[in-house]
């Protein structure tokens, strides 16, 4: 992939039906991270489950990606990634991921970026915090009906976190 397709590539670029799943089951923060790491490989073979976990898990050990109100943003970078990939999930009981609230996290949004990309060179991934601090889409996220509906809920929050964003 050259270098230019890359830096122009938007956060909405980084999400697919596929990779949003209602319900996964984890009962700690490892299994959470564990189970969007195999969903990851599953999902492109390019990338290893073992690999994503660790750089979760590198990243985790400086703080937590836990944003409050529970929303944990886990990211990482890979050498075999070619692209900056994302899986949207919720979690079947929210798990501790040590957030300052306290809280239990029950929605994940999962980044992975290859290891020469800068995160500032995707476009909109500054909408990401602010998409997640909307608490009626929050809400909307943890009652969608299945994988399809979740997958339309984010695409259509970042479209329109995307509109305002120009627009100012």
Not at 107 to 126: S, T, V
Request: negative net charge; hydrophobic residues 40%.
């Amino acid at each position: 992939m050259s270098e230019s397709k890359t830096q122009s590539m938007h956060i909405l670029d980084t999400i697919a039906p596929e990779r949003c799943k209602l319900g996964l089951q984890a009962t700690s923060r490892k299994k959470a991270l564990q189970a969007i790491a195999n969903q990851f490989s599953k999902d492109n073979l390019k990338l290893v489950s073992f690999e994503i976990l660790q750089a979760f898990t590198e990243r985790e050990q400086l703080g937590s990606t836990a944003i409050g109100h529970g929303i944990a943003l886990p990211h990482g970078r890979l050498k075999n990634c070619e692209k900056p990939v994302a899986i949207l999930t919720t979690l079947e009981k929210g798990v501790d991921f040590f957030a300052s609230d306290k809280e239990n996290v029950d929605i994940i949004f999962a980044l992975l970026i290859p290891h020469d990309l800068d995160f500032r060179d995707l476009q909109g991934i500054e909408l990401v915090k602010a998409i997640f601090d909307n608490k009626t889409l929050c809400a909307q996220i943890r009652n969608a009906h299945n994988d399809e509906a979740l997958f339309d809920i984010i695409e259509h929050a970042i479209k329109e976190y995307s509109t305002k964003d120009e627009a100012s």
